[in-house]
Every structure is written in C-alpha cells, then in structure tokens.
C-alpha cells in the first residue's frame, strides 16, 4: 500500500471558474495530493463554455442545469451517460464529497457499490442557508434532515472545528467526525507600506484601510457590515474600505453606498484572481472585518493572518472558534453601532493592535501543506481498514 498511488475522488457541485471558498479548498488539496496520488475531481460543467481546464488533475465534468436567479447551478450526473462512464472506469481507491447534494450523492452510491471508504467533509452551515433561502423554519428543517441523512451514509465526516462538531452532532450526524483545519497558500510578505497600491486607490496618510473578502451575499451578513461601516463615517474616523468579491447583492450594495455618499470611502474592487496582489491587499490593510454568522472557519481570516492583519469578528460566530478576544483577533457585539465603537478602540490603542497583529499570524496562519499531509494519512489509514475487510 506503501508504494501504491492512491486514486482519489473528489465531488463536488460546484467548480472553477465559480470561485467560493469550497472550490479554494478542493483546489488546494488536488494540487498538492496530485504530487503523490491520482486524483480526479467530479464537478457540474462551466457556465463559460469557452472555459479551458489547467489544472495539475484531471477534472471530469457534469451536465447542469442553470438556476434563474443563482450563480449556483443544479448538477445532473444521474442524466449524464458521459459522466457515468467516466465514473465506472475511474477505479478509485476512495470517495471524498464535498457536497450533499447531486454530484456528492453519486459519489456515495460509488463507493458504496465498490465497497471503498467515503469521506464527507462539511463546509457549510446549511440550515442557515436553507432559511435564508426559503424563509420558513420547516422547509429549512426537512431539507437540513436530508443533508444530515446524506453525511451519514459516509464513513466518517470532516470539519473544521468542534463548534461545527458540536451543531452537527445536534442535527444527528452518527458517524465519526474529525477536523482537519483549513489553510493558505499565501506567504508572508514584507510589512512594507505599497506605496503603489496606496497610490492606484487614492488612500491619504489620514486613511485607516479595512477588507472584506469573499462572497457579496446576505447570509455573510454584508448588510450589518455596512451600517457599521455608515456609523464609523459619521463618527468622521478617515478610512478607504475595501470590498474584494462579487454576488448578488453587488448592485443593492453599490445603491445603499451611494445614498450616503459614501462612493470615493467604500470601494468595490470586484474579482482578484491574481493571488499576489490579494496577499498585497490583505497586507495593506490594517483589519479584516468579518461579521459573518455563517461560516465554519472562512479561508479569508486564515489569509488575513497571513498578512499579521487581523479580523473583527462576531461574538459566537463559528468561524471564530480558535478566536481569543484581544489576543488574536477581536470580538464584537451582534450591533453594528457596537461592531464600529470596537474599530474605533482599536484603532486608539497602538500596542494591543501589534500584539494580536503578531497572535493571529502566531495562532490563525496554516499553509495548505500542513493540511495535506494529515489528509493524504487518514485516506491511506481508511483504504488499509476497508483493505483489511476483504
């Protein structure tokens, strides 16, 4: 088993060229096991049909049907006669999805056919994004229970924290679950001031710069983080906010901005795909805000850390359960007026900022090597045991 390339197969309903922080992760982990192993990645086909695949492993693609009114599209691979025959002859030594939906459940029935492990990782928290979607608890319930009923026919579930642990044990996952933290590939760069960029965003000496990065959706609680940012204006603190991302809520943002003239303060600098210049902007800025109630341990505050810039958090947020206030990050009240007040303290207190700058990149910063290597462990461990079975 040793010598053994392992064949590893990923599922997941959702790809590149969309970028979320689940395709960020499957990515990572494909480009550093595919130095060892073979892996394959199952995913819905592009929405740009002019989208080249140039990625270090193999990519099999799923006809889809687009969804009025989402970036997110419906996988069909139970329809696909391409694609399941891609599958029957890929030979995998183990199944990990990444998904509960469509591409996630064949990969399960997969594995189940072939009797090799399957591994479930959980991303998400899917009742809040179920509720947010159909505004009814009930609905958000029955759906959750079908999610919950899907990571159980895994072997075991990976996450990312003992908060998501603990909510998933009280939405009945009965399977083992592990955590496997996320990471970065980002490195640290030169705490130098980039002039340059500083030049090309008209940041004055004057200027305190906060980031948000990622999605521009409700469920990362985007509305909150503008009443704040509104509040921090008319408390007439100076700053350039920087919003890298795009998503359905980009136009209502741009409106609620331009109604409090706030146009040349709050920039919205779209997609980055150049990860240097991201890490570039991380480093300019002196807090990642991050008032999202919804993410498991979000990639953007591991790449913030990377940086020594560290976030503002919501109190009680999962995604901010390594998090010791003041130590290496900070942590606000559910209040935007609040959430502001704590921005303005910080910012007044000159030693605390250095000592939880230098706690986050101590205790937040993990390279994606780290990662792997726990990972590509437990895969040979489950194929051995299921090995051992025959």
Known sequence: ????????????DVFFPMIDGVVVVIDNYAKRLSETAEVIVFAPSARNHNYIENRPYRVVR?????????????SMPFMDLKFQKELAHANLDIVHIHSPFGIGIIGINYAKKHHIPVVGTIHSQYYRDFLQKTKSHKVAE??????????????ECWTVNQTIIDLYRGFGIKKPMLIHKNATDFEPLPQDRDMELRKQLAITEDDHIFLFVGRLEIVKNI??????LI????????FKMLFIGTGPETDEIKTRISRHGMEDIVLMLGRVEDRML??????LAELFLFPSLYDTNSLVQIEAAS????????????????VINRQNGFLSPDDPERFAQLITNILADKNLYAQVSEGCFRD???????????ISLRYRQLVASYALKK
């Not at 040793?2 to 590893?8: E, M, P, Q, S, Y």
């Not at 509305?223 to 704040?228: K, Q, R, S, T």
């Not at 991201?278 to 480093?283: H, I």
């Not at 940086?307 to 390594?322: D, R, S």
Request: proline share 2%; net charge positive.
């Open 364 to 374: 937040l910063y993990r390279p994606w090597n780290d990662t792997v290597k726990g």
């Open 231 to 238: 509040s921090l204006h008319q408390s007439g603190i100076k």
């Open 307 to 322: 940086q020594k810039t560290p976030t503002v958090f919501l109190e009680g947020a999962a995604t901010a359960a390594l």
């Open 1 to 12: 088993m040793a010598d053994k390339k392992l064949r590893i197969g990923f599922f997941v």
């Open 62 to 74: 799923s006809q889809k049907i687009m969804v009025m009114g989402l970036d997110y599209d419906l």
């Open 278 to 283: 991201l890490a570039r902007y991380y480093r």
């Open 223 to 228: 509305y909150f983080l503008l009443d704040a």
């Open 142 to 155: 029955l759906m959750n229970k079908q999610v919950i009923s899907i990571y159980n026919k895994c072997d």
